[in-house]
């Protein structure tokens, strides 16, 4: 027994000894387990999509995260693979899924000391999750709109009901598409490309070609790809439609990788008019403090618009023209004036006096009125 006590020992001196050898090149550092569920949505489901664990934004885009797998949407991460960014009892930190066709989860978990924690209430939503390492980046923008997942179709309160994004039947349509370095693009074209309506019997291809594609080459390597098409005649339907873009890397850097972005876009057709109230904020409006006021309205589709704000008593103190297409014509929400909103300064040259006033949205090419709006001026 005393024998075997002595090899024990002795066994320990050389795996200590084997440790501090190690501990000058990596810390050695036991296991602190993240474990987690995440839920599927009617739209998307988790499958085997990679799910990272990291301190913040920063820490991720420098490789500082913990990865691992969600199997059967249940996940376990060793929480030191953030190495070297240190794991702190008492921090929070994110845990969030790759996103994939637009959905992603995303979590926090505080650091319990105790040798696991568990990352609850993670599900799948639209705009949600990372980025796989290495995987290009998708933006779509519709007219000088920006299409933001993050923002459109989420319902953000029970019973509230989501925010569309309106196009017009035959929206130019921009995709930018990026890569952080050192990995770099697909050069080709037919490494993209551009689906309407994805998945239904409608589908159509976006045929794509030089023409339709500009380039960024920075030291040799496709850093940016930029794609440019208008739908063609007849356009969209009335109703709800989809652009699914996917991009590739070279795969120069290390493997291929691939990003899919889906944008879901409605068509309302018919003549112009508003979707939803207009607002005006801040409301009420103070010249003195906020100095400037915007007026927000939603619009079926690209239309000159005159928008007049008039005194109880009659008196004109503003008037903007917009043209169809531009911020203030275009289809979908729009902020005007832009980009800096109206100081309070009457067209007349004088500041507005503290009161109410009524202001009309028209459409100049029928001179019809497609709504009204109150602005309050308190100072």
Known sequence: MKRFA?????LLVLMAGVACAQSELKPLMPPYWIVGHV?????????NRAVYFYYDAAGFDAGNYAESVAFNNTF?????GIFPAPLVVGQTYKVSTEQIDSYGADGTVKISGLGWDEVKGMALYLGG???????PAIKLWFGNRLYQPEVYWVVKQPGQLPVPFIVETKPEIKVEISIDPPYTLASAVESYSIVQDAGTADRKPVPLSAANASKTVTAGKVSAMTLKFTVPDPGLTDGEHTFTVTARSSGLEGPTTEATEVAKVEVMGGPARLFGPPITYPSPFSISKDKRVWIQYGLSTNANIEIYII???GERIF???????S??????????????GWNGRTDQGYLAGNAIYVGTIIARDENRLLGKFKLTIVD
């Open 6 to 10: 002595l090899i024990i020992c002795g």
């Open 39 to 47: 839920a599927d949505t009617p739209e998307a489901t988790v499958g």
């Open 76 to 80: 376990i991460i060793n929480g030191f």
């Open 129 to 135: 999750g990372k980025k796989a390492p290495g995987a």
């Open 311 to 313: 005194s109880v008593g």
């Open 319 to 325: 008037h903007r023209s917009f043209n169809a297409g």
């Open 327 to 340: 911020e203030g014509g275009s289809a979908g929400i729009n902020k005007v004036p832009p980009p800096d």
